[in-house]
């Protein structure tokens, strides 16, 4: 049975996790490569160091293709930064009492893609989330059906232009063409929802390093995005500076000791910080562990706060339903799901990658749902108006395929 090869680069503040996959005819996807990497050169989901950047970019790809035994030449790349934009445009046209044929929707479509301001942006999605049929209710497959006038809601999605060239140029010098886009908990819903969730409503929350980004997911489709910039290493960083301590100790701590939530034994655990400056064996530093639980939890507090007033202000929060899925490496703090609960009101549970083999259990946790989800992007289209990420940029300036054809030469 023929195959194809999937290669999806999960660029974050954190972590650069790389996806090598094969997918049947059947869509059945199967990973034959993997590898994550610690990131550099990245903060609050963008490029500050094109240098440090390309570095970790390139280390990640090379491992994963010794792994999978293959060359691959194109990449399907997450945006986790960029101050994402999301908008919804309503578009209507006449077909005059006729059968819909595919190219009164591909009209309509390109008429609703259209609608994007982009200025200095990028259109990133144009999602259909359902069609009219004379002013009816939306519905999700509108062909041969006969009608006065066809509508269409769409889901436009939006990022920094610049942001965006920044991350495309650093692949560039890995010898590598960025195929597509996806804006990262739309990829992590795709690979962590089940069907039902998708259709009766969820939002799918990301809680990486630089930020937590959101997409509420409703009727099988995304309707709304958003992006906050901040994340794990700002709980690592409130804590460096609570202690007095180095970041990697605070990183340390966090990961061994770390909760959201109080218990009753807390005060009673000590834990060693080690000051900034000072030998470890010659002032030893030490801490209840409620101490260090009295940093994280406000932080994680302010954090779901933040996505409620977001979706509150969206309108989407009417469509988000009742469940939140939970993906991204700072969602494995302990207490993290019950906070969330408490906070959004709402039942939460902890998002792995589905419908996805060849990984191993090390690499099938809510930390690698969006790299996985992008393999789910390539693969289904979801109805999107989709073009290449070279074509979406070169029909702006034309800049991203002459600096890839420059890489490629050089």
Known sequence: MATRKLTALDVGSTKICCFIAEVSEAGRIRVTGMSHQQSAGL????VVDMESAYRAILSAVHSAEQMAGTTIEDVVVSVNGGRPLSTTVTREMVIGGGAIRDGDLSRLIQ?????AELDDRMLLHAIPIGYSVDGGPLLREPRSMHAQTLGMRMHLVTANEGAVQNLVNCVARCHLQVSDFALA?????????????????????????GTTSFCVFYEGAAVYGDCLPVGGQHVTADIARG??????????????????????????????????????DASPNRVPKSFLVSIIM???????????????????????????????????????RELANRILGKQ?????????????????????????????????DCGEARVTATQNHANRSGLFSKVGEWFRGF
Request: proline share 6%; hydrophobic share 40%.
């Open 43 to 46: 903060k609050g989901g963008v």
């Open 111 to 115: 008429d609703a893609r259209g609608a």
């Open 185 to 209: 908990p739309y990829a992590a819903g795709l690979s962590a929802l089940v069907e039902d969730e998708k259709d009766l409503g969820a939002t799918v929350i990301d809680m990486g390093g």
């Open 243 to 280: 202690l007095s301590i180095t970041l990697h100790q605070a990183e340390r701590l966090k990961t061994l000791y770390g909760s959201c939530l109080p218990a009753p034994s807390d005060d009673r655990e000590l834990i060693d910080a080690p000051r900034i400056g000072e030998e470890d």
């Open 298 to 336: 406000p932080r994680l507090e302010e954090t779901f706060e933040l996505v409620k007033k977001r979706l509150d202000a969206s309108g989407a929060a009417g469509m988000a339903g009742q469940r939140v899925v939970l993906t991204g490496g700072a969602s494995q703090l302990p207490g993290v």
């Open 348 to 380: 939460v549970r902890h998002g792995r990658p589905l419908k996805i083999s060849g990984l191993a259990e090390a690499t099938g946790g809510p930390a690698f749902a969006t790299a996985a989800g992008l393999l789910h992007f390539a693969v289904d």
